[in-house]
């Protein structure tokens, strides 16, 4: 784990408050957008639910690039990975329904949050971060009930407008608790 203090502990809080603003903001308009789109498939949603893994995607890339004493550089790669495979799955599977969908981003919501975890774990002694690990935790969880729900008739994309909202909360409240780390030094 890499230890972050002084100076270099408050640009990266700094740093990371802002990409977490900045994912709070597309992730409440991604899912008013995909919540109007409606409950299956259609040109609108695809584009959508293919556009929010390849904007963590670039959320990794700049995490990357902007914590640079405080990343644990290994889980942000999978990271990248899995939202890549997954920006992949989804427009190859779109076209056979919402149950498809909904197991791909299930599969995409166990590991990221995973990932997501260990990320937030060690970065703990940064600030700001038990957000972000119940966020990991609860995306975890999240994932295995859209995996459940694509084997029901209820089967609806809609409910990843909401997992995408609260999502967004938790960045949001990292942002605000991480506020007090780039103040400081």
Known sequence: ?????GTNASRTAAALRNLYVVRFGFALVWAALLFLAGPVPGP???A?????PLFDVAAAITDL???RTARPAAALYVNLALSLLTAIGLATTAASGASAVLRVWGA?????GIAQLVVAVSRRRLGGQWAMILSGAISAIAGTAFILQAG???ASLTSLAGYATIGGVFFLV???RLHRT????
């Open 1 to 5: 784990m890499t230890t972050v203090t």
């Open 182 to 185: 780039a103040k400081s030094s």
């Open 48 to 52: 959508l639910l293919v556009i929010y």
């Open 44 to 46: 609108a949603s695809v």
């Open 108 to 112: 995409w919501a166990i590991t990221a």
């Open 152 to 154: 029901t008739p209820a």
């Open 174 to 176: 990292s942002a605000l």
């Open 65 to 67: 690039r902007v914590s």
